[in-house]
């Protein structure tokens, strides 16, 4: 289980830095084994920031992770991290060597982490876990990254993740380089892992691919949790009005938000205040110190008219 605590992070901006900004703003939440959590937020609601603290690539302002009870703060051998904590990232390109045949990818992983497994032991492994993911192996290896396509390349990924017997995935956007028939694919190897223990926390803008692909969702807006619960209450009982607001623009969810979206006229956030005040028909005087809180359930909701 992987559980965050209060975690904030904040970026220094403005002349001389000396102003902060939240770009993930005391956020609660936990993902179980065995599961997969959907954080959906438009461009800019911290997302990938929240990735990155799990996968230790930058350090939390405050608050924590802890994983399976453990603060990964205390987690000084790496290594030993990072074979429980993987990352898929939104370009596959990215995370290949364009020098090295597939094949090598598979390798370092034996020479990291299984040292002692002869190369034909791996080889069989290697195979299997290839075909598992739904592909021929004989069309995979022996070949260079630009020989295969986005899809193969997120899934051989994957399949590394499973190799390693990753424990706990973070995907970022894992599919949005992707044409629609490949991405169905992607995900389900993705719930298909599910059943060999690997849990996932799954970042999209994307509600739809969220819906479908996820136990729990979070909804995160500027960089603070808005609702929270099973996936099946956030999506048929939303309450919060942002989350109405998001569902109500279904039609345009396959659209990649945009950063600023319009306020109402005249309005901005106070201190304090909810960060959708501006842009809420709801929003007045009491929406201030919201609190995420439980209106049944498994299902939290950050609104003071709820
Ligand atoms: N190193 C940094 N310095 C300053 N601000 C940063 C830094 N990294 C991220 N930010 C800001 O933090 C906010 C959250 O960024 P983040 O990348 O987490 O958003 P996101 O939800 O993943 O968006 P997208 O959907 O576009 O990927 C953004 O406003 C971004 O500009
Ligand atoms: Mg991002």
């Not at 803008?205 to 969220?210: F, Q, V």
């Not at 619960?229 to 569902?247: A, D, I, Q």
Request: aromatic share 10%.
């Amino acid at each position: 289980m992987l559980e965050i605590v209060n975690l904030s992070k904040a970026y220094s901006v403005g002349a001389f830095g000396r102003e902060k900004f939240y770009a993930v703003d005391n956020v609660t939440f936990k993902i179980e084994d065995n599961e997969i959590v959907s954080l959906i937020g438009e461009s800019g609601s911290g997302k990938t920031t929240i990735g990155k603290l799990i996968l230790k690539l930058i350090k939390p302002t405050s608050g924590k992770i802890l994983y399976n009870g453990i603060d990964i703060s205390s987690f000084k051998n790496l290594k030993e991290y990072y074979r429980h904590v993987q990352g898929v990232f939104q370009d596959p390109y990215s995370s290949y060597n364009p020098i090295f045949k597939i094949d090598r990818v598979f390798e370092m992983v034996r020479e990291e982490f299984y040292a002692s497994t002869s190369q034909n032991e791996w080889r069989n492994r290697v195979e299997e876990v290839i075909s598992y993911i739904g592909l021929n192996p004989k069309e995979i290896l022996g070949k260079f990254p630009h020989q295969l396509s986005g899809g193969q390349l997120q899934r051989l990924l994957i399949a590394r993740a499973l190799l390693m017997e990753t424990k706990f995935l973070v995907a970022d956007e894992i599919i949005s380089m992707l044409d629609a028939s490949t991405r169905i694919d992607v995900l389900n190897t993705l719930i298909k892992l599910k059943e060999t223990g690997l849990s996932v926390l799954f970042i999209t803008h994307d509600l739809s691919l969220g819906y479908y692909t996820s136990d729990k969702t979070v909804i995160l807006y500027r960089g603070s949790i808005m609702e929270y619960g099973s996936t099946e209450k956030v999506f048929n009982n939303p309450l919060h009005p942002y989350t109405k607001m998001l569902l109500e623009s279904v039609p345009t969810v396959h659209k990649k938000w945009a950063k600023s979206q319009i306020a109402l006229e005249g309005k901005i956030v106070p201190n304090g205040f909810c960060k959708f005040y501006d842009r809420c028909p709801l929003g007045d005087t009491n929406c201030k110190n919201v609190v995420l809180k439980e209106v049944e359930d498994n299902h939290q909701v950050a609104c003071v008219k709820v």
